[in-house]
Nanobody, 121 residues
């Protein structure tokens, strides 16, 4: 299983960016997909996650600004980031909780390669 993220880059404070992450490989089902981020000198933290049924969970710091969505048919998760702040600067990692055909009873965690988001003030 591979998670391919895209969409990072540079934005000004108050601007917007959209991240995408597509899962591919021997996927039986996806329990959840989402995004974590890691700023320089800080621990990786949850940004937002969306379950297969559509339920979402997001960090307090991004609620009302970031919107997570997914396209189940494409095994893709999106993160629409609005009203960006310099504090949002980080490497964003795509996350997937996935059952594969080789071991469909287990939910395994997979990570994308990370995409850098830089917000200038």
């Amino acid at each position: 299983v591979q998670l391919q993220a895209s969409g990072g880059g540079l934005a000004q404070a108050g601007g917007s960016l959209r991240l995408s992450c597509a899962a591919s490989g021997s996927i039986r089902s996806i329990a959840a997909m989402g995004w974590f981020r890691q700023a320089p000198g800080k621990q990786r933290e949850l940004v937002a996650v969306i379950a297969s049924g559509g339920g979402t969970n997001a960090a307090n710091s991004v609620q009302g600004r970031f919107i997570i969505s997914r396209d189940n048919a494409k095994n893709t998760v999106y993160l629409q980031m609005n009203s960006l702040e310099p504090e949002d600067t980080a490497v964003y990692y795509c996350y997937g909780a996935i059952r594969t055909w080789s071991d469909p009873r287990r939910v395994m965690e997979y990570w994308g390669q990370g995409t850098l988001v830089t917000v200038s003030s």
